[in-house]
């Protein structure tokens, strides 16, 4: 089984995959996020201050690393804590509501200005979009969708508003049925995931819904999700 765990940010993803790696057995892909590519692509930047040069190269950078991880692991199958569609989706929006969302926030549901970066910003993205697709169709077997009913988290380090996640909850949805690959749209507290998931896909467990959470939440307190800001502030 090659599955992919879908929604847009604070949908619980990454606490979501890792819980259901240890549940059920199957390996957990891993690819770096964007704020630990960050400081390779754009040093001392916040992503919000990046412009879209800098956010073409860290989505192509992520993109190549999960393919690399989601072909060493093919043979086995995999659990992958999104996909290269959420990066190209998180991209595309921006030409709807600007490079950094959260500046755009005082437009409501109206889209920014078609600046000339944005014009160009939405051509490469265009592109990339099928280049994606492509590799997403190929590669996987079926999505978990989870549903957009948590609240966004107040880290500091994600330049998005509420609007940049319902377009994108709207838009992965609608892509993964253009694309046809099995989706399974799950809510609920993290345990009745874990259950349904393994009951809809036909996933047998390899221990109880507690141990894996407390696992899962054991390794999810391990990552590092300073922006990078707070790392230079640290290793001062």
Not at 60 to 85: C, K, M, Q, Y
Not at 114 to 122: A, S
Request: proline share 4%; charged share 25%.
């Amino acid at each position: 089984m090659k599955l992919g765990i879908s929604g847009t940010y604070s949908s619980g993803k990454t606490l979501t995959s890792i819980a259901l790696s240890h549940y059920t057995g199957i390996p957990r892909t891993l690819a770096r996020t964007m704020r630990e590519i960050l400081p390779e692509a754009a040093p001392g930047k916040a992503l919000e201050e990046c412009t879209a040069a800098e956010l073409i190269q860290m989505i192509v950078v992520r993109h190549t690393e999960r393919v690399a991880h989601e072909r060493e692991l093919a043979g086995r199958g995999f659990i992958s804590d999104g996909s290269s569609l959420q990066e190209w989706i998180y991209g595309s929006i921006r030409v709807r509501v600007g490079i950094n969302p959260n500046a755009s926030v005082h437009l409501g549901d109206a889209d920014v200005d078609r600046t000339p970066e944005l014009e160009f910003f939405e051509s490469v993205m265009e592109r990339l979009g099928v280049s994606f697709k492509l590799h997403v169709q190929r590669s996987f077997d079926a999505f978990v969708h989870l549903r957009n009913e948590l609240p966004l988290a107040a880290d500091g380090h994600r330049p998005v508003n509420e609007r940049f996640r319902t377009l994108a909850d709207e838009t992965l949805l609608r892509v993964l049925d253009e694309l046809g690959i099995p989706v399974h749209v799950i809510g609920g507290p993290l345990a009745h995931r874990l259950e349904r998931i393994a009951e809809q896909l036909g996933l047998e467990p390899v221990m109880t819904t507690r141990q894996a959470i407390a696992r899962a939440s054991a390794e999810y307190r391990s990552l590092d999700t300073r922006d990078e800001r707070e790392r230079i502030a640290a290793a001062a």
